[in-house]
């Protein structure tokens, strides 16, 4: 009986381990009062919004719908919606920082292990018929690299929910993490997307979560030996959107694009690692990107393409 019992407290303990890797990963805790509710630990969307009728981050109650949760109180249930005087806005969770306009997500929390996936539970729909929208979750692993100032990327994973994987009741995801190099990280960013891109993103297209796990161990080592600064872009070729990711750059730094001419026709400084541009205005053809920091050195560079 005793041996028994004990077991059972190592698993217990072991169990809340992995479950405080991420802060409120069952979205159990929402400060505030009803309905001026935002999930602890977690930035959203809500706080910019002034009606709260049209939250973009909810609340499901396992009171008053146990199937909106998957175990335990409760969920966060994303929702993409066209809010007055906002326009197209998506629901988004972020263990950092998300901007009033969403395009901009950074920070993150303290973070030193070197997990192989995230798990855990959702639902999605999309809100079209014929289905154009899809719903994400993203990690990224990040270290502080005190030479540069930077934050570099140590492992990222992502996981879509799109048109084949409309899922009504709670299933279970798991997403992989690719690393960068052997390093252990410091800090980890988990983004939540209703819509995985604000041009693609339709009202009415929801994404519910719960029960967030990161399990496993990766110690192998996979170094980068490019010592440019690995950035993802895409949608490549794109049409009137391009997402920037993965780039964790300083107020410093800046983000160039030039035409094929060289001639300069977009230019941002960077607060962290995703950024979403408006490329309607670009005209068909290749595009050279650059990221300088603040000692004018060129830290990634790279091509891609506009196709309208």
Same mark, same amino acid.
């Given at each position: 009986?005793?041996?028994?019992?004990?077991?059972?407290?190592?698993?217990?303990?072991?169990?809340?381990?992995?479950?405080?890797?991420?802060?409120?990963?069952?979205?159990?805790?929402?400060?505030?009062?009803?309905?001026?509710?935002?999930?602890?630990?977690?930035?959203?969307?809500?706080?910019?919004?002034?009606?709260?009728?049209?939250?973009?981050?909810?609340?499901?109650?396992?009171?008053?719908?146990?199937?909106?949760?998957?175990?335990?109180?409760?969920?966060?249930?994303?929702?993409?919606?066209?809010?007055? +005087?906002?326009?197209? &806005?998506?629901? =988004?969770?972020? *263990? /950092? $920082? @998300?901007?009033?306009?969403g395009d901009t997500i950074g920070g993150g929390y303290s973070f030193t292990n070197r997990p192989a996936q995230l798990t855990g539970w959702y639902q999605w729909m999309s809100g079209n018929d014929p289905i154009s929208d899809s719903a994400s979750i993203v990690?990224?692993?990040?270290?502080?690299?005190?030479?540069?100032?930077?934050?570099?990327?140590?492992?990222?994973?992502?996981?879509?929910?799109?048109?084949?994987?409309?899922?009504?009741?709670?299933?279970?995801?798991?997403?992989?993490?690719?690393?960068?190099?052997?390093?252990?990280?410091?800090?980890?960013?988990?983004?939540?997307?209703?819509?995985?891109?604000?041009?693609?993103?339709?009202?009415? +297209?929801?994404?519910? &979560?719960?029960? =967030?796990?990161? *399990? /496993? $161990? @990766?110690?192998?080592?996979?170094?980068?030996?490019?010592?440019?600064?690995?950035?993802?872009?895409?949608?490549?070729?794109?049409?009137?959107?391009?997402?920037?990711?993965?780039?964790?750059?300083?107020?410093?730094?800046?983000?160039?694009?030039?035409?094929?001419?060289?001639?300069?026709?977009?230019?941002?400084?960077?607060?962290?690692?995703?950024?979403?541009?408006?490329?309607?205005?670009?005209?068909?053809?290749?595009?050279?990107?650059?990221?300088?920091?603040?000692?004018?050195?060129?830290?990634?560079?790279?091509?891609?393409?506009?196709?309208?």
């Amino acid at each position: 009986m005793k041996k028994n019992i004990f077991h059972t407290l190592i698993f217990v303990m072991f169990s809340n381990l992995l479950f405080a890797q991420i802060p409120n990963a069952g979205f159990e805790t929402w400060i505030g009062t009803a309905p001026n509710i935002v999930p602890d630990k977690w930035a959203t969307m809500n706080p910019y919004i002034a009606n709260p009728t049209d939250y973009t981050a909810r609340r499901p109650s396992a009171a008053v719908n146990p199937s909106s949760v998957h175990n335990g109180l409760y969920a966060i249930k994303l929702l993409t919606k066209n809010i007055t +005087s906002m326009g197209i &806005v998506r629901g =988004l969770a972020a *263990t /950092g $920082t @998300v901007s009033v306009t969403g395009d901009t997500i950074g920070g993150g929390y303290s973070f030193t292990n070197r997990p192989a996936q995230l798990t855990g539970w959702y639902q999605w729909m999309s809100g079209n018929d014929p289905i154009s929208d899809s719903a994400s979750i993203v990690v990224y692993l990040f270290k502080r690299n005190y030479v540069t100032g930077f934050r570099d990327t140590v492992g990222k994973g992502i996981v879509y929910f799109s048109s084949t994987a409309m899922v009504m009741s709670y299933q279970q995801f798991s997403l992989n993490i690719n690393y960068l190099s052997g390093q252990s990280p410091d800090s980890a960013l988990i983004i939540l997307a209703s819509s995985y891109r604000k041009s693609s993103a339709f009202n009415g +297209s929801y994404l519910m &979560v719960d029960s =967030l796990v990161f *399990t /496993g $161990t @990766v110690t192998s080592i996979n170094n980068n030996t490019d010592n440019e600064k690995k950035v993802d872009v895409f949608p490549n070729p794109a049409n009137n959107e391009l997402t920037f990711s993965g780039m964790c750059f300083t107020k410093e730094a800046k983000l160039i694009i030039k035409d094929i001419l060289g001639k300069t026709i977009f230019e941002k400084e960077i607060y962290d690692n995703f950024l979403n541009i408006n490329t309607l205005s670009f005209s068909n053809g290749i595009y050279n990107y650059q990221l300088i920091d603040k000692s004018k050195n060129i830290t990634s560079k790279g091509k891609f393409v506009i196709k309208h």
